[in-house]
């Protein structure tokens, strides 16, 4: 693959759509987001884009466009810093996703690269592959980028060619007024340093909040195979465990007890195509299989729920407030009178509802008998359903001295914010939970001009995986949306994040052994040997 080609310069012609289609690869990619484990062989998708590309180059037309400038205009953002060459969040915000036109709809408007969609597909293509070709092993904790994705090119090429990594400090954090403690087993952000924050910036600049493992979200059977001619085939071995499979011309679907797993095959016949998923994936070669022995309807009602019992779309986080002189959980959790400021920030976080007779995600509130409160905070964003479990709105008992009616609702949180009006440090080791993985401390202050501003630090226990959006330097946002988004965000992140932890990726993985067990047993299938013999 000719790696000197310089990306800004590519411009290939518009590709007829049954010529695309034909191409099962881009095929793929255009219906779907597929996993990074999608391919076991780079050397044939390079066939596929080396044949593609000479095709193609053959009418492109070279236009060198300079890089969009970029610069942040001094003076932005009334944040007090003492590093004034730093990109605040303001300026940060002046490029944001809410003002950045889509690469589809550019009607009127100065395009920065001179690209086509179709550009953007290849080039997606070809940085996986020399990314895959450059690693010994597979990484399982990013997702590759869809293909029809709208995001300006710089955000989708910075997404799938950035390692998941935990940001470096800024060399200035330090002066900065720090919200936490640095503790042992736990990895801390106080801002990004200058060249991880320049990386990150296409992160704030075009298209949506990055969503962590978004591509999980998707009903890949229902949407994508179910309609369509395929077979679903059935296996357990003692070694691997439980195994469900969906495979139709172009594509599979493996289910097993790491997860659900997505891959291109091809051949003329089912056995040439479990050949081809084979390749990719041996440690499934030798697994007995099956063909289920209910009628095909059952088959995809039965596959279908499956699914959908591991698609996220509500979340419940813990709000706890600390107020100033408080030390102890106990006191923070003894909390019943509110400050302006506090109100202020969980009116901006969602809205307040009543519980009784409450609708939509409750998030484990009792919404008949008010025995967990009459209100709560509630919101939308995205796709995603968020029920705060807000301290001083939980129920509050002089007898209770431990507090439990509130901690049994914040202690099973995996993500607590902690609004924090006290001088002193919070320290994540003074909450006595199992499951709180990550603390998101904020502050607020006014500005010199009276406006309301918030200053964040965030703390995640050891194995959370690394997740976006980073917390830029100087950690300080203004009250607006942009806020509101990134703090939404980085919540439902941060707890798909905790689900690689080691508390709960072997509980994980035991869930799915059983479900795939008890749904094998479901489909019953009566013919025990193996249909396609040894391969």
Not at 124 to 150: G, I, W
Request: hydrophobic share 35%; glycine share 4%; proline share 5%.
């Amino acid at each position: 693959m000719d790696a000197t080609v310089d990306r800004r310069s590519v411009r290939l012609s518009k590709v007829d759509e049954d010529n695309l289609r034909e191409m099962s690869i881009h095929h793929i990619f255009k219906e779907h987001n597929m996993h990074q484990k999608t391919l076991e062989r780079p050397d044939r998708l390079d066939k596929m884009i080396e044949k593609k590309r000479r095709d193609e180059l053959s009418d492109r037309k070279s236009s060198e466009v300079s890089k969009p400038d970029i610069a942040l205009s001094p003076g932005m953002s009334s944040a007090p810093s003492q590093h004034p060459s730093t990109p605040t969040i303001s300026q940060f915000k002046d490029h944001s996703y809410s003002n950045s036109p889509s690469l589809s709809n550019l009607s009127g408007l100065a395009r920065p690269r001179s690209l086509t969609v179709e550009a953007i597909k290849m080039i997606k293509l070809e940085n996986f592959v020399q990314k895959r070709k450059n690693r010994n092993s597979l990484s399982t904790s990013q997702p590759l980028p869809s293909a029809d994705s709208t995001e300006d090119e710089e955000t989708f090429l910075y997404k799938s060619s950035y390692p998941p990594r935990w940001p470096q400090k800024h060399e200035g954090f330090k002066e900065e007024p720090l919200l936490l403690k640095e503790e042992s087993g736990f990895n801390s952000e106080f801002g990004m340093s200058d060249a991880d924050q320049e990386m990150e910036k296409p992160m704030l600049v075009g298209g949506k909040m990055w969503i962590e493992d978004a591509e999980l979200d998707v009903c890949f059977y229902k949407d994508f195979m179910s309609e369509k001619a395929h077979i679903n085939l059935l296996g357990d071995d003692d070694d691997f465990g439980p195994v469900i499979i969906s495979i139709d011309n172009t594509k599979a679907l493996v289910r097993t007890k790491r997860g659900d797993e997505r891959y291109i095959v091809s051949g003329a016949s089912d056995k040439d195509r479990l050949k081809s998923l084979f390749t990719q994936f041996p440690e499934i070669s030798n697994v007995k299989l099956s063909k289920p022995s209910v009628e095909l309807p059952s088959q995809i009602t039965s596959l279908t729920t499956y699914e959908n019992k591991f698609i996220t779309k509500t979340y419940k986080f813990g709000v706890l407030y600390i107020k100033e002189g408080q030390k102890t959980e106990n006191e923070w959790y003894s909390n019943v009178e509110t400050s302006a400021a506090y109100d202020e920030f969980l009116a901006h976080l969602g809205t307040k509802v009543e519980l009784k007779g409450f609708k939509n995600f409750r998030g484990g509130l009792d919404v008949t008998n008010n025995t967990t409160g009459n209100f709560s905070v509630y919101t939308t964003f995205q796709a995603f359903e968020i029920m705060f479990h807000v301290a001083t709105l939980l129920p509050y008992h002089e007898s209770d001295v431990q507090r439990l009616e509130r901690k049994r609702h914040i202690g099973n949180d995996l993500v607590v914010i902690i609004f924090k009006e006290s001088k002193e440090p919070f320290s994540p080791l003074s909450i006595n939970s199992h499951f709180n993985h990550t603390f998101i401390v904020v502050e607020a202050f006014k500005n010199d001009k009276g406006a309301t501003q918030y200053r964040v630090n965030v703390t995640n226990k050891f194995g959370v995986k690394p997740n976006r959006p980073f917390l830029p330097f100087p950690p300080v946002f203004d009250k607006d949306e942009f806020f509101r988004e990134w703090m939404l965000a980085k919540m439902i992140n941060s707890e798909r994040a905790s689900m690689y932890a080691p508390d709960f990726r072997g509980k994980r993985t035991n869930t799915r052994k059983l479900i795939l067990g008890s749904l094998i047993t479901e489909l019953n299938p009566h013919d025990k040997k193996k249909i396609f013999g040894i391969l």
